[in-house]
């Protein structure tokens, strides 16, 4: 159980163009994902906070308008990067969070298996 | 300010022989403790956790420890496999964080055949 699924896993694009990640949760009902970047050797920086029904909350220093968060139905957040730049080069990280009452162990959150975005 | 650290970027063991991986917080509101373990080019993978309310959860081969007082855990594998080689990050939350997990920055195991 608690599989989350990312598409694609692999995108290279030109510069100035946008790109479009989807997450899924396959076999549960997410009602917070996370998105994340990963830089080379680096821990996972947790760029925005998507939760079903209602607006992203972005980390300081990401900007929204460059990252869009959609978290349109309980299994899917797509994260678009619009006129995607060099720098914005890295290995994307969504998860999801097992809902449900009772417990920190809602807490845990369950990764997809990344995508790497590569702008030329 | 990094709230969770791993000090040792890098450990390497003997198959069959215990691996002992650390983690301090800085974060006294940290009550729920996480490890994840991560192979390069892919996601985090959800191995163990604990509640502040315990001081040891066991699954397997995996023992977390809590120690509050010092604020520290550790996860201790037994035995180790070459499977096991990978980079394990520590991450921790509290109540009222919104659900966000604050990771460390990762050990890279290396287990020896």
Same mark, same amino acid.
């Given at each position: 159980?608690?599989? !989350? ?6 995108? &290279? ?7 479009? &990640? ?25 760029? *925005? ?19 869009? &968060?959609?978290? *349109? ?10 006129? @995607? ?7 994307? &990280?969504?998860? @999801? ?21 590569? !702008?030329? | ?16 022989? $215990?691996? $002992? ?15 994840? %373990?991560?192979?390069?080019?892919? =996601? ?8 502040? $309310? %315990? ?15 010092? %604020?520290?855990?550790?996860?201790? $594998?037994?035995?180790?496999?070459? =499977? ?10 509290? =109540? ?9 920055? =990762? ?7």
């Amino acid at each position: 159980g608690a599989v !989350v699924s990312q598409h694609p896993s692999r995108v &290279i694009c030109k510069s100035g163009t946008s790109v479009k &990640i989807e997450c899924r949760s396959l076999d549960f009902q997410a009602t917070t994902m996370f998105w994340y970047r990963q830089f080379p050797k680096q821990s996972l920086m947790l760029m *925005a906070t998507s939760n079903e029904g209602s607006k992203a909350t972005y980390e300081q220093g990401v900007e929204k308008d460059k990252f869009l &968060i959609n978290h *349109a139905s309980l299994t899917l957040s797509t994260l678009t990067v619009t006129s @995607a730049h060099p720098e914005d080069s890295s290995f994307y &990280i969504c998860s @999801a969070r097992l809902g449900g009452a009772g417990g920190r162990s809602t807490d845990t959150q369950y990764f997809g298996p990344g995508t790497r975005l590569t !702008v030329l | 300010d990094q709230q969770v650290k791993q000090n040792s970027p890098s450990l390497s063991v003997q198959e069959g022989r $215990i691996s $002992i991986l650390n983690c301090d917080y800085t974060n006294s509101m940290f009550d729920y403790f996480l490890w994840y %373990k991560k192979y390069p080019a892919e =996601g985090p993978t959800f191995l163990i956790s604990i509640s502040s $309310i %315990k001081d040891k959860n066991e699954d397997g081969r995996f023992t977390v420890f809590l120690n509050k007082s010092a %604020k520290h855990l550790s996860l201790h $594998i037994v035995p180790s496999q070459p =499977g096991d080689s990978a980079v394990y990050f520590c991450a921790a939350s509290y =109540g009222g964080s919104n659900y966000k997990l604050t990771f460390g920055k =990762g050990t890279l195991l290396t287990v020896n055949p």
